[in-house]
């Protein structure tokens, strides 16, 4: 059987009065290594966030920079009183127990640049966290 048909009912059911809120990133283009599906995926989950009733924002083909202020709104958006999603697609690695967001224009050369040319998803996290949507 087919892992992933090409209709889904995917539909995330709202709350009364809950705001609901989401950050959707697909990083394709990349130098080194780019990739075909994550924009496409990005843009699908995104639609259906939106028709469940999320404020989505998507964003596409983030360099480091983009990558961290997308992040940085995200979290300055979150409140206690709602609903939190973030979705990355695009590379990703894990250096020493932590995990990184790569952005499309990282030119990482070895395991000590990881975390100078990638976003840290605990800072996602922790924004998240933070907030206690």
């Known amino acids: 059987p087919d892992a992933f048909p090409q209709e889904r009912n995917l539909r995330v059911e709202k709350t009364s009065g809950e705001r609901r809120v989401a950050l959707v990133v697909g990083n394709s283009t990349y130098i080194n290594g780019p990739l075909k599906n994550p924009v496409n995926d990005a843009r699908a989950i995104a639609k259906?966030?939106?028709?469940?009733?999320?404020?989505?924002?998507?964003?596409?083909?983030?360099?480091?920079i983009k990558l961290f202020e997308a992040a940085r709104a995200f979290g300055n958006n979150l409140r206690p009183d709602g609903v939190a999603l973030f979705y990355y697609a695009g590379h990703g690695m894990q250096v020493k127990d932590r995990n990184f967001l790569i952005p499309v224009d990282a030119d990482i050369q070895s395991e000590d640049e990881v975390p100078?040319?990638?976003?840290?998803?605990?800072?996602?996290?922790?924004?998240?966290?933070?907030?206690?949507?």
């Open 48 to 64: 259906v966030l939106r028709d469940s009733g999320f404020d989505v924002t998507l964003k596409e083909d983030l360099d480091r």
């Open 116 to 133: 100078y040319n990638s976003l840290d998803v605990n800072f996602v996290l922790e924004r998240m966290d933070r907030a206690g949507p």
